[in-house]
T-cell receptor
């Protein structure tokens, strides 16, 4: 299995531009998570999906952020318009939901820099 | 109060020593606890999980859980320079996994 795939790996953009981050979870996993990591705030959960349905988006910082999961093998996180304070590493993770252990497998991350 | 508390470090230990990483959590209903390791510039990876009180050993790693005290720890025996990384404590709350900010560990050769 290729693991969780994220693209792009690096993104540099200017303030005000739209940014779209993409994620392909591990085949067969039915939970998907978007995280943001910065030195100041650590690893923050932005939103998670179960069976393609958003379950909790309370971590999404503002209306500028939106996420979709149109099918079991693809998700996007969009920032419009982007701001310099959005600069961070964005991770996507997937797992098999259910009671008990559900190890999350992380993608390599997208390092976003907003100038 | 943060849901997961960890000392940010850095924790510095000499090669061959035991590294002890500690974590407290706020949700008494939590059942599953995890330790993730994150190398600089890389993504977190799971190294240990535990859901019963007591100790769980896996090679050089031992996880310890005390639900009454809401405390979980990770011991790394015979620490190696390759263990130098940030260690994230996490627990499962419902569908979500809640992560601590991590403790940076530096093992000196």
């Amino acid at each position: 299995d290729a693991g969780v795939i994220q693209s792009p790996r690096h993104e540099v953009t200017e303030m005000g531009q739209e940014v779209t981050l993409r994620c392909k979870p591990i085949s067969g996993h039915n939970s998907l998570f978007w995280y943001r990591q910065t030195m100041m705030r650590g690893l923050e959960l932005l939103i998670y999906f179960n069976n393609n349905v958003p379950i909790d988006d309370s971590g999404m910082p503002e209306d500028r952020f939106s996420a979709k999961m149109p099918n079991a093998s693809f998700s996007t996180l969009k920032i419009q318009p982007s701001e310099p304070r959005d600069s961070a590493v964005y991770f996507c993770a997937s797992s098999s939901a259910g009671v008990g252990l559900n190890e999350q497998f992380f993608g390599p991350g997208t390092r976003l820099t907003v100038l | 109060q943060k849901e997961v508390e960890q000392n940010s470090g850095p924790l510095s230990v000499p090669e061959g020593a035991i590294a002890s990483l500690n974590c407290t959590y706020s949700d008494r209903g939590s059942q599953s606890f995890f330790w993730y390791r994150q190398y600089s510039g890389k993504s977190p990876e799971l190294i240990m999980f535990i859901y019963s009180n007591g100790d769980k050993e896996d090679g050089r790693f031992t996880a310890q859980l005390n639900k009454a005290s809401q405390y979980v720890s990770l011991l790394i025996r015979d620490s190696q320079p390759s263990d130098s990384a940030t260690y994230l404590c996490a627990f499962r709350g419902g569908f979500k996994t809640i992560f601590g900010a991590g403790t940076r560990l530096f093992v000196k050769a």
